[in-house]
């Protein structure tokens, strides 16, 4: 599209002219090719927005605390912001994972390879919480900037340091099969938001845009998404914020502050 307009432009005006325009136009495609790649499709009847990043281009991060006051960013708005201040431009957001009754994350928390909170192989009552219902995981980055999602006594075993990392769960797809605790038409509808790495650089992430069950939205990550392993983040509260499109998933009116929130930076 931009070599297009570069060859029809050329042809009509004088060179000094299509100089100034090609400068601009290299900067504007240049800036459109930051956006991560979002798309909003159907699967099985159900609508979802998907963001793919591509984390040779795309710096994903984790963010749960202001590093000078302490205090919990809780929302996207206010990491935005807090971005701005210091010449960081906002191009992608979602929620981290499942949190506690202290708004602290419930396992393991890892912010730029400083552990914040430890992994969490404490396992209560599934009738409690998502956490417990087993198997939980791991989404990771490493120190080479290659990511996984693992179940936690995997990434557990492994014993490697990560730079970027949040426990959640259940894990969805696991070894490209369906977590089997999940019931094909199980009545327990949510709004669900989860996250894969497709390949050890392609992170998907995913969010309903209506309410489903696990079953239904971990067979998108498997059989749509083609994610062998896969990590559910949270529920109702549940949104992905991508630049230039705004929010998607979960109403405003359930969205509750997050204990940690995924994010994509780039210079202003």
């Given at each position: 599209m931009?070599t297009?307009?570069?060859?029809r432009?050329a042809?009509c005006?004088p060179?000094?002219f299509?100089l100034?325009a090609?400068?601009?136009?290299?900067a504007?495609?240049?800036?459109s090719?930051?956006i991560?790649?979002?798309r909003?499709?159907?699967?099985d009847?159900?609508?979802?927005?998907?963001?793919?990043?591509?984390?040779?281009h795309?710096p994903?991060?984790?963010?749960?605390r202001?590093?000078?006051s302490?205090?919990?960013?809780?929302?996207v708005?206010t990491?935005q912001q807090w971005?701005?201040?210091?010449?960081?431009h906002?191009?992608?957001a979602?929620n981290?994972?499942?949190?506690?009754r202290?708004?602290?994350?419930l396992?393991?928390?890892?912010?730029d390879g400083k552990?914040?909170v430890?992994l969490?192989?404490?396992?209560?009552?599934?009738?409690?919480?998502n956490?417990?219902?087993?198997?939980?995981g791991?989404?990771?980055?490493y120190?080479d900037?290659?990511a996984a999602?693992?179940?936690?006594a995997?990434?557990k075993?492994?014993g490697?340091?990560v730079?970027?990392a949040?426990?959640?769960?259940?894990?969805?797809v696991?070894?490209?099969q369906l977590?089997p605790?999940?019931?094909?038409d199980?009545g327990s509808?949510?709004?669900?938001s989860?996250?894969c790495a497709?390949?050890?650089?392609?992170?998907?992430?995913?969010?309903?845009e209506?309410?489903v069950n696990?079953?239904?939205f971990?067979?998108?990550f498997?059989?749509?998404?083609?994610?062998r392993?896969?990590?559910y983040?949270?529920g109702?509260?549940?949104q992905?914020f991508?630049e230039g499109?705004?929010y998607a998933?979960a109403?405003a009116f359930?969205v509750k502050p997050y204990a940690g929130?995924?994010?994509v930076?780039?210079?202003?």
């Amino acid at each position: 599209m931009c070599t297009t307009f570069r060859s029809r432009f050329a042809a009509c005006f004088p060179r000094q002219f299509v100089l100034l325009a090609l400068l601009a136009g290299t900067a504007a495609c240049g800036a459109s090719s930051r956006i991560p790649v979002s798309r909003e499709l159907v699967f099985d009847g159900q609508n979802y927005r998907v963001v793919s990043l591509d984390l040779k281009h795309d710096p994903l991060s984790l963010h749960w605390r202001d590093p000078d006051s302490g205090d919990a960013f809780g929302d996207v708005e206010t990491l935005q912001q807090w971005g701005e201040s210091r010449g960081q431009h906002l191009l992608f957001a979602a929620n981290a994972g499942i949190y506690d009754r202290q708004s602290k994350p419930l396992g393991l928390y890892v912010e730029d390879g400083k552990t914040l909170v430890p992994l969490n192989m404490a396992h209560g009552n599934p009738a409690s919480g998502n956490f417990s219902l087993l198997p939980n995981g791991v989404f990771a980055i490493y120190p080479d900037g290659h990511a996984a999602v693992r179940t936690s006594a995997a990434f557990k075993a492994d014993g490697k340091p990560v730079r970027w990392a949040t426990q959640s769960g259940p894990m969805l797809v696991i070894d490209g099969q369906l977590n089997p605790n999940f019931v094909d038409d199980s009545g327990s509808l949510k709004w669900r938001s989860g996250v894969c790495a497709k390949s050890p650089t392609e992170v998907v992430f995913a969010v309903s845009e209506v309410p489903v069950n696990f079953h239904g939205f971990a067979r998108l990550f498997r059989d749509k998404l083609g994610c062998r392993d896969a990590l559910y983040l949270d529920g109702s509260i549940s949104q992905i914020f991508v630049e230039g499109e705004g929010y998607a998933g979960a109403p405003a009116f359930l969205v509750k502050p997050y204990a940690g929130i995924f994010a994509v930076f780039v210079p202003q």
